[in-house]
């Protein structure tokens, strides 16, 4: 066969045309073994093919990874450093170790924690100047800065507080040497020193008590009790800057008492505070010996109207102490009994309008005096704290946990933490909501500044290593099924269209911990969508 070529010159010749038998190969293999370039595939060998790799892909994502320990089935579960996976997990509560916070003479100990700047902040006397530092948190251990002087002549009644409005630190004190009542700001800086205000006096004679202060969120002050020996006052206190910090309406002025809430260290009254229902509660010695009573104070703008005077015991309550239970709803009171030994004590209120109705008053521990307690709410627990001394067994500092959920109180058997001195004094706590721990201070072996937590429960959860749920159950060494973010777990009791989060023991909750991590969206009262 030839054809006609025409040139561009108007020339013709015939041609034979190029071989036209190389032909294409048409396979039909459905896994497409061959992997050739001159074959093509029949249709029905493509459609098989993928419909394979299709079906090998899961609709619901998941990984496969070696378990570390046991996972229970649909158990929340994290990636480990190695590669393996394990359940998330809690430890039990636990005590730390006893540390020092200053290696000198530490009394008159008052701290606060700032949530602002997460940040630990305690002034003492030593050698009778006032100093402060600041720290942060790891574990069971607080990083401290260098101490700055604040003042420079002996106190005592120091007590310092945090202002979240203006990030800032209230501090108040008695001067010795006059028995003047003063106080001042200090600007938050992290760990570093702030800039401290001029001086303000809250009362300009002798016989100034600062009894307590608190922070109160809903009008954003700084409430501060104080007495003068007669009569005693409720204020709200004004931050200024730089300048002096004053008392709302001029100094003197507030809620006044017709009886003294006494200044001594072991009659000291002492603030609770229930946010939620904003109210204000202060708790104190009528007449320093008569009887224990509460008042409920409502606070508005710069007023501060006060309820009766209910009382909760009648006899002698010394180191009276006070938190709100947000958990259980609940004022716990906690004293030592001048009736029976100044053994420690707990009474809890439960609050009703204007009325407070009260448990059965329950011993913290048996063995004898206690001196020098303190208490800190522990709000992830939903327990409290509960640190003395034990001035009749060994002189030891003790912890106990008080719980509140039942119509009385509990209390666990007291544990020995600090053997190493005879004559612990001045302590002072706080509740770090960061790491979930308290902290207790105080003056402790050589007269130094002391210190020692009790934790949550460290847990095994971090911001980055949870990873999904497991999809059954598996034993160490066994290789488990994750269901990965898209894929869905099988659960309980959930609300449909609520988030969830991982707690810190692997469980699940409307609300975040620390760290926050989000588990999923339930999608009925057993499926959650893993987020």
Avoid at 261 to 284: P, V
Avoid at 435 to 446: C, W
Wanted: glycine share 8%; proline share 3%; aromatic share 10%.
């Amino acid at each position: 066969t030839k054809f006609l070529r025409v040139d561009g010159d108007g020339t013709c010749s015939w041609q034979v045309p190029p071989d036209t038998n190389t032909q294409l190969t048409l396979k039909d293999e459905d896994d497409f073994t061959s992997n050739s370039d001159t074959a093509a595939a029949s249709q029905q060998s493509i459609k098989a093919y993928v419909d394979t790799q299709v079906g090998s892909i899961s609709a619901a994502p998941e990984i496969t990874a070696v378990a570390t320990g046991s996972i229970g089935a649909n158990t929340a579960v994290q990636v480990n450093s190695d590669g393996t996976v394990s359940a998330v997990s809690q430890a039990s509560p636990a005590l730390g170790s006893v540390r020092e916070f200053n290696g000198a003479q530490s009394r008159r100990n008052s701290a606060c924690y700032n949530k602002t700047d997460n940040v630990v902040a305690i002034v003492y006397t030593q050698s009778s100047k006032v100093y402060i530092k600041f720290g942060t948190v790891s574990g069971d251990e607080i990083t401290f800065s260098s101490a700055t002087k604040i003042v420079d002549y002996d106190v005592s009644n120091l007590k310092i507080v945090h202002d979240e409005t203006n990030n800032a630190y209230f501090i108040a004190f008695k001067r010795e040497s006059t028995g003047h009542g003063f106080f001042n700001t200090l600007t938050a800086n992290g760990t570093s020193f702030g800039t401290l205000s001029a001086l303000g006096t809250f009362f300009g004679n002798a016989g100034a008590r600062v009894q307590d202060m608190i922070y109160c969120p809903w009008t954003q002050k700084v409430i501060m009790a104080w007495s003068n020996g007669g009569t005693a006052y409720t204020v709200t206190c004004h931050n200024n800057g730089s300048s002096a910090p004053t008392i709302e309406g001029g100094s003197g002025s507030g809620l006044q008492y017709t009886n003294d809430l006494g200044g001594s260290n072991e009659k000291q009254a002492s603030f609770a505070i229930d946010a939620t229902n904003q109210k204000l509660f202060i708790s104190y010695n009528i007449d320093y010996s008569t009887e224990g009573a509460t008042r409920i104070l409502t606070v508005g703008g710069n007023s501060i109207s006060q309820g009766s005077a209910l009382t909760w015991y009648t006899h002698e309550p010394d180191y009276i102490k006070t938190v709100y239970d947000t958990t259980n709803n609940k004022l716990i009171i906690t004293y030592t009994d001048g009736n029976d030994s100044y053994k420690p004590k707990v009474v809890v209120g439960t609050v009703s309008g204007s009325s407070i109705s009260w448990s059965n008053k329950v011993v913290i521990d048996s063995s004898g005096k206690t001196l020098w307690p303190t208490i800190a709410f522990n709000s992830e627990r939903g327990k409290i704290d509960y640190f003395a001394r034990d001035d009749d067994d060994g002189d030891d500092m003790y912890y106990v946990e008080i719980d509140a959920s039942g119509s009385n109180p509990t209390c666990t058997t007291k544990v020995d933490v600090d053997t190493s001195y005879n004559a612990y004094q001045y302590t002072t706590s706080i509740f770090d909501p960061d790491t979930s721990s308290s902290f207790v201070f105080y003056n402790g072996d050589s007269e130094h500044g002391d210190y020692f937590s009790k934790n949550s429960g460290l847990t095994t959860l971090t911001a980055e290593n949870f990873i999904g749920f497991s999809s059954a159950a598996y034993t160490n060494g066994q290789t488990a099924k994750i269901n990965v973010v898209g894929n869905t777990t099988t659960q309980s009791s959930l609300t449909p269209a609520q988030r969830y989060y991982v707690q810190k023991n692997g469980t699940l909750g409307l609300s975040p911990v620390t760290p926050s991590v989000e588990a999923g969206i339930a999608l009925s009262s057993t499926k959650l969508l893993i987020k």
